[in-house]
């Protein structure tokens, strides 16, 4: 069996692969040099793999692009994956997010993208369509960009059903219940505090939001301050940050097999935005957040860096495997739900996003 | 008379190797030649001018030794014969 761990950063993606159930990794030699990869994919529904990468050409403007053989080539589409109808006068700034659908939608692909927009792909990924109904919607003209941009980053379709929960910052949780036609905010005790009080309707700065395992219905979100989770699919939302050291962070990873378990990677905030006492830890929770439990073997001391919104993932191994990139160019990976850390790559430029899957 | 298009080598792979292409007629605007160059380079255009058309932020466009932001745009006269230069301009890191 492989293993493949794909690192997109801010100039150039890289694959590890591991040929020992992840007990030892290589590194590859880079591709996509001096372009930001702040989305990767790695698509095993048809059988064979398809590497998507949203990137950024320094000067030359953003595109998705696709390798059908594990980097070996890359294709892109003349006109553009990703390109914004005429008629609304808007142009892709950044690919944030690749997300493929269900094994039983397996030519559908999504992508979150900057300005704040949503599109659909029924082609693996060669071209994309505007999601009109989120486009469209009255309350867009109003979400403002956050420190990173504007931007759709989170994209979380329902295997089982036309539900697709998106998170903008700014903006919050959005949902649809019929594949993406018609849009509801669902920020109900999510907080913003970074606007006055009580908190509002939509505006909220929602980092990353997760399934559990249990099913569609329980999410957790781990927000720009607070970390919550919902069991009635975003109709309210409860805070779970008692217990750990910081509530802020970008990343939050539900476990894809076990009901329950999540992990976060909390920073102290907002200025700093550092680990904890520079100590670079995963918290786990196995009761869907009612306790945390900070995991760290491997993971290093003295570490002032940070690990951004999808630079953290799970993997669909037995037992899960967890991974975490950092912005000074670290990547890590455990193959025991983060009981244990190896490192699998150091210097690399910054980590934007990691994605694991096992490819054979 | 054609217009003599050079661009810098990290676009030369979306012209099959080519740093210089000739585009037949001139004495239209800027646009017009792209829009001439992207029916046949159409991943070149893309990284010149983004979907909504407009230059891109760090690219610039030089007609005759002029940086066309500080002439017309995408509107400057292209005469025959003339050289439409593209550059990265001093950015990233």
């Known amino acids: 069996m492989t293993d493949l761990l794909a690192i997109g950063t801010r100039k150039g993606l890289w694959l590890a692969r591991s040929d020992d159930d992840r007990r030892t990794w290589t590194l590859g030699e880079p591709h996509l040099l001096a372009q930001e990869v702040a989305a990767v994919s790695v698509d095993t529904r048809r059988g064979r793999p398809r590497v998507l990468a949203g990137v950024q050409y320094g000067h030359w403007g953003p595109t998705v692009v696709r390798s059908d053989d594990l980097g070996a080539s890359w294709q892109e589409t003349d006109s553009g994956a990703v390109r914004f109808p005429a008629d609304t006068g808007a142009a892709l700034a950044r690919v944030w997010q690749l997300r493929p659908d269900t094994t039983d939608r397996p030519d559908v692909v999504w992508a979150g993208c900057e300005p704040h927009s949503l599109w659909r792909s029924t082609d693996g990924g060669c071209r994309f369509e ?27 379709p329902d295997p089982a059903s036309d539900r697709v929960v998106v998170a903008m910052s700014t903006g919050g949780v ?15 005790g999510i907080s913003a505090v970074f606007l006055p009080e009580p908190p509002p309707e939509y505006g909220q700065c929602v980092h990353k939001v997760a399934v559990d395992a249990a099913g569609p219905d329980r999410m957790y979100a781990q927000n720009h301050f607070g970390v919550f989770r919902t069991d009635d699919g975003g109709q309210a939302w409860t805070s779970i940050a008692e217990g750990l050291p910081a509530d802020f962070g970008f990343p939050v990873v539900a476990s894809p097999s076990t009901p329950g378990t999540a992990w976060v990677v909390p920073l102290v905030a907002d200025v700093q935005r550092v680990p904890p006492q520079g100590r670079l830890r995963v918290q786990r929770t196995r009761d869907a957040g009612a306790s945390w439990t900070e995991l760290g073997a491997g993971l290093p001391d003295a570490a002032w860096t940070a690990v951004l919104r999808d630079a953290c993932c799970a993997d ?3 037992p899960t495997g967890l991974y975490v990139g950092t912005r000074d160019g670290c990547v890590y990976a455990s193959a025991d739900e983060g009981e244990t850390f190896t490192l699998v790559a150091e210097h690399l430029p910054d980590v934007l996003v990691v994605r694991a899957a096992r490819v054979d | 008379m054609a217009v003599r298009v050079v661009l810098p080598g990290v676009l030369a792979d979306l012209t099959g190797g080519s740093r210089h292409l000739e585009v037949d007629p001139g004495g239209g ?26 230059l891109r932020r760090f690219v610039n466009v030089y007609v005759d030794g002029d940086d066309v932001r ?7 006269v292209v005469p025959d014969g003339a050289v439409v230069q593209v550059l990265p301009s001093v950015a990233g890191g």
């Open chain 2, 29 to 54: 605007t800027l646009g017009d030649l792209l829009d001439a160059l992207a029916a046949v380079h159409p991943r070149l255009d893309r990284r010149i001018r983004d979907e909504a058309g407009a």
């Open chain 1, 316 to 318: 669909d191994a037995d």
């Open chain 1, 130 to 156: 505007l999601v009109r109904g989120l486009w469209d919607h009255p309350h867009r003209p109003t979400w403002a960009p956050g420190g990173g941009g504007g931007a759709v980053h989170t994209v979380v």
């Open chain 1, 174 to 188: 959005y949902v649809s219940e019929d594949g993406g036609r018609e849009w509801a905010p669902h920020n109900t």
């Open chain 2, 70 to 76: 500080h002439a017309g745009g995408l509107g400057t």
